[in-house]
Structures are given as structure tokens and as C-alpha cells.
């Protein structure tokens, strides 16, 4: 039986919770170019998992949290129509101690941080329905893995 939230049905909806980190932050630490602590970084509680969207979308504000800088925009296609998107990043997005370096959409302050197929896919993730939740690829045993064919 679905679930409603202010009249919106939420059967099959996945939320997990995520880390964003600055990835040039993480390096900068890395290369002993700023201090350990500095990585400015957001853990989001509630992302939306949407295999609907390409990549990972981050709202505004936490791009403008981040840091993170844009290097270009391209069309994309949303549920409102045909619009330009801005790119930023990379990022670092870790999910259940998955970790993987991936680009931004930005995305509108009132829209939910999506995690599209691309993080999936590099982190190895399937969606489980009816569990409303992420599993490994059982295709490789649950372990994240690589497929380089």
C-alpha cells in the first residue's frame, strides 16, 4: 500500500542519506596544501535516489556551500520542460561507505538532491523496490566492483 505524503504517493521512493565533498578540498588536503579539517563538505539526510535523472543535481544552496565552482552548462530535460543546466564540481559522494569523484547538475533550492544512474552505476548500487532501498549489485555478489567490458 502506498505511502502519502501531503497527497503525494511515495510507493518505490528511496531516500538514503549521502556525503558531498569539495573534491578539490579533499586533494588540497591530500597534498598537504591546507590543513586537515578544511574538506567543505554536506551530509544530506534525505537524498532522493531517481532513476529517471543522468547524474548526481544538488540544489543551489548546496553547490554555493561546497564551493563548488561551474565549468559549463547543457540542455537537460525535467519533468518542466527543456532547460539549460549548469555544471559544477567534482565532487566526492559517498553512499554506504561507497565512495565515487562525480560532476553536479544544479538543480532549483525547492527540488531534492537526485542521485541519478551514473553515481549508481559507479557505486555499484541497484534499487530495491519494494525494500525502498539501495543494494549492491547482486550481479557482483553485493561487493562494488567495476565492469571494465
Not at 548526481?56 to 554555493?64: K, S, V
Not at 559522494?93 to 553515481?119: H, K, M, S, W, Y
Request: a neutral charge.
Amino acid at each position: 500500500m502506498p505511502i502519502s505524503i501531503s497527497g503525494i504517493e511515495t510507493m518505490g521512493r528511496v531516500v538514503v542519506p549521502i556525503m558531498v565533498e569539495n573534491v578539490y578540498d579533499v586533494m588540497n588536503v591530500k597534498m598537504n596544501k591546507s590543513p586537515a579539517g578544511s574538506v567543505r563538505s554536506i551530509s544530506i539526510p534525505d537524498a532522493l535516489v531517481d532513476t529517471g535523472a543522468t547524474t548526481l543535481c544538488l540544489p543551489t544552496r548546496f553547490i554555493q556551500q561546497l564551493g563548488l565552482v561551474s565549468f559549463g552548462s547543457r540542455s537537460s530535460m525535467s519533468s518542466q520542460g527543456r532547460r539549460i543546466a549548469r555544471i559544477y564540481g567534482p565532487v566526492r559522494l559517498t553512499i554506504q561507505d561507497r565512495l565515487c569523484n562525480i560532476d553536479v547538475v544544479e538543480v532549483p533550492d525547492e527540488v531534492p538532491t537526485l542521485v541519478g544512474q551514473v553515481p549508481l552505476g559507479l557505486l555499484d548500487f541497484v534499487v530495491d523496490p519494494p525494500g525502498r532501498r539501495l543494494i549492491g549489485n547482486p550481479a557482483h555478489g553485493g561487493e562494488q566492483m567495476l565492469e571494465m567490458y
